[in-house]
């Protein structure tokens, strides 16, 4: 699997913590510049999977880069880390912005929520993808962080597109059990699968209950991808 690569913008200062040493720990290619200047420069050459700019390492509010990495590629996931004097409203466009000071694993946390999924760890089926190793599932354009249980039962509907999938079938691989005589639970998990997925989960467009049968995922059958072990 290739690593994400990410772009740190920040400002070389003695009195400021660097970000690029805990990011490559983490797995990341991490690309460093100094400036919004050089960044776009960067651009020209190789497009990031994602941007952090540090804003408050250059002492600045970060809204010239943001607006200028927006109009150069306004696909482009960015991260905005500010100074606690700074207005955190004020996101000039970012998709994130994190106070200072905040853990490193909040920031891996907002990078693996914006991270495009790696189709070679997912399945597909229709418009829905799910990342089984990091637990993420994007449905149209809404990305969503899924508990181990709701990953499971995704996988399972994803795996039959368009079919019927038995109650007590589902319950017994999403639970490991061979007890199905009271599956409350399992309706209580797709109505939060629901609420994670889809737009409207009163009137679902895609996970379908079919009374007294199952449950089935109403996409079009696509080829799948195996998640790794």
């Not at 637990?135 to 990953?151: S, Y």
Request: glycine residues 6%.
């Amino acid at each position: 699997m290739l690593k994400s690569r990410i772009l740190l913008i920040e400002g070389k200062r003695t009195d400021h913590p660097s970000f690029a040493a805990g990011l490559t720990k983490k797995g990341y290619l991490v690309e460093s510049v100094p400036s919004g200047s050089a960044a776009l420069n960067h651009l020209e050459s190789v497009i990031p999977d994602l941007v952090v700019v540090d804003a408050s390492s250059m002492r600045t509010s970060g809204k010239r880069i943001c607006q200028a990495l927006h109009e150069k590629k306004s696909s482009l996931p960015v991260i905005l880390v500010i100074d606690p004097n700074s207005d955190p409203n004020d996101n000039y466009g970012a998709d994130t912005v994190l106070v200072l000071p905040f853990t490193m694993q909040k920031l891996i946390n907002r990078i693996k929520h914006l991270l495009p999924i790696q189709n070679d760890g997912g399945i597909t089926a229709g418009p829905i993808t799910l990342d089984v190793t990091q637990k993420r599932a994007i449905c149209d354009t809404k990305q969503v962080q899924l508990t181990p249980r709701l990953v499971t039962l995704l996988r399972i509907l994803m795996e039959h597109p368009g079919e019927v999938v038995e109650r007590e079938a589902l319950f017994r691989e999403a639970w490991e059990t061979d007890y199905t005589a009271d599956t409350r639970s399992l309706d209580v998990h797709m109505s939060w699968l629901r609420q994670a997925i889809e737009d409207n989960p009163r009137h679902p467009r895609y996970i379908k209950t079919i009374r007294g049968v199952g449950y089935r995922l109403d996409v079009e059958p696509a080829i799948k991808n195996k998640p790794r072990k």
